[in-house]
């Protein structure tokens, strides 16, 4: 039971791994640090090579304060987050669902929809390095390369031209050959105008509602009377009866699988 629970959590475990890999990277060549090994009751003072425990505690929350950024930049919660609070914005129900509630299933969302990703890092790099069959630098590289196909096929040739001229880069022969620093930012432009895309198809439905509503309402000179009391529960209704959360649900898993 509890070996079959970790081969569950351990792809989980890895994405969130691995979506700190690339500022990891990034500090570690900048700074030049040596591995991170943290002993109780030793030595504080750096000696050599080795790092005091105060800092490597310093620099491991440094790491883990990003964590929540990368998560939300380098993985489609932003895509699906945004669609949800448009949903219920277009429905006209200002604060239902909460915001916890939007938030919660964009997270469970956003572990499906990735699960195939980790899975990927998790075996590529994570697994072996775990195991010794490979040192650190060659785990890094094995393990981030899914996650960066990841973004670079979800994101708009524009959006990373725009980000490769904005950092003067190269242009990379291979889109896998684009650096996270471009790939990253290019994503996250690419997420929201599809994010706003399908967020202007489900509100329109519901604009036409609304001026339906108030057309009829102004004809029968019943201008005293919010069209909203109206428009409201029949937008409810139709919501309900197309059974609109499962479809806007699967439309949004099968973007990620075209």
């Known amino acids: 039971m509890r070996k079959s629970t970790m081969r569950v959590f351990a792809p989980v475990l890895a994405g969130l791994v691995v979506t700190l890999l690339p500022t990891t990277a990034a500090l570690g060549e900048a700074a030049g640090l040596p591995d991170l090994s943290v002993s109780i009751g030793g030595n504080e003072l ?15 929350l440094t790491l883990l304060s990003f964590a929540p950024a990368m998560i939300l930049c380098m993985t489609c919660f932003t895509r699906i987050a945004v669609v949800l609070g448009m949903t219920r914005t277009a429905i006209g129900t200002a604060s239902l669902p909460p915001n916890t509630v939007i938030t919660g299933l964009s997270l ?11 899975q990927k ?12 069959q490979m040192d650190q630098g060659q785990a890094l590289v094995k393990a981030s390369a899914p996650l960066k196909e990841f973004l670079v ?35 996250i432009l690419s997420e929201l105008n599809t994010a706003f895309q399908i ?14 509503v108030s057309s009829v309402l ?36 099968k973007t990620y699988q075209v």
């Not at 750096?46 to 491991?60: E, F, M, Q, R, T």
């Not at 019943?222 to 479809?247: A, E, N, Q, R």
């Open 121 to 132: 890092s998790y075996d590529a790099g994570i697994k072996p390095y775990m195991e010794g």
């Open 218 to 253: 102004t004809s029968m000179s019943m201008i005293t009377l919010p069209p909203v009391v109206i428009s409201l529960p029949l937008k409810l209704m139709l919501f309900v009866i197309v059974d609109g959360w499962h479809l806007i649900i699967s439309s949004l898993v």
């Open 108 to 118: 469970f969302l956003t572990v499906a929809i990735m699960g195939p990703v980790f």
């Open 153 to 187: 096929k979800h994101a708009r040739e524009k959006d990373l031209a725009l980000f490769l001229q904005i950092t003067k880069a190269e242009f990379p022969k291979d889109p896998n050959d684009v650096p996270f620093f471009v790939a990253v930012p290019g994503f």
């Open 199 to 212: 967020g202007f198809l489900i509100a329109l439905p519901f604009l036409v509602l609304d001026m339906v």
């Open 46 to 60: 750096a000696s050599g090579n080795s790092v005091a425990s105060s800092l490597k505690i310093l620099l491991l």
